[in-house]
Nanobody
Framework: QVQLVESGGGLVQAGGSLSLSCAASRSLLTISNMDWYRQAPGKQRELVASVTNGGSTNYADSVKGRFTIARDNAKNTVALQMNNLKPEDTAVYYC?????????WGQGTQVTVSS
């Protein structure tokens, strides 16, 4: 099992930045993929960014060039740096870990971008 705790959400104006963090209860060296998802009101949850154990990253087209995912295996954390935020980035952001072919989710953190 993996417990995940997200932090760092909040309210920011358009064009601003926020950094999210996800702390895992076990070593990230044992976890294959770490992902950030988001879900806006009335919309499906969508993949925002992912990072493999080898460090390969993948981003949704809507956030490419603005968001950066970074994995710190020593601290068992995954960060999502979000720059040039837009109102359409408003959502609850979730961290997900894939461990032994099972997916584990955090409780989510709210990000609100005002125009």
């Amino acid at each position: 099992q993996v417990q995940l705790v997200e932090s760092g959400g909040g309210l920011v104006q358009a064009g601003g930045s926020l950094s999210l963090s996800c702390a895992a209860s076990r070593s990230l060296l044992t976890i294959s993929n770490m992902d950030w998802y988001r879900q806006a009101p009335g919309k499906q949850r969508e993949l925002v960014a992912s990072v493999t154990n080898g460090g390969s990253t993948n981003y949704a087209d809507s956030v490419k060039g603005r968001f950066t995912i970074a994995r710190d295996n020593a601290k068992n954390t995954v960060a999502l740096q979000m720059n040039n935020l837009k109102p359409e980035d408003t959502a609850v952001y979730y961290c997900k870990a894939t461990y032994w072919w099972n997916d584990y989710w955090g409780q989510g953190t709210q990000v609100t971008v005002s125009s």
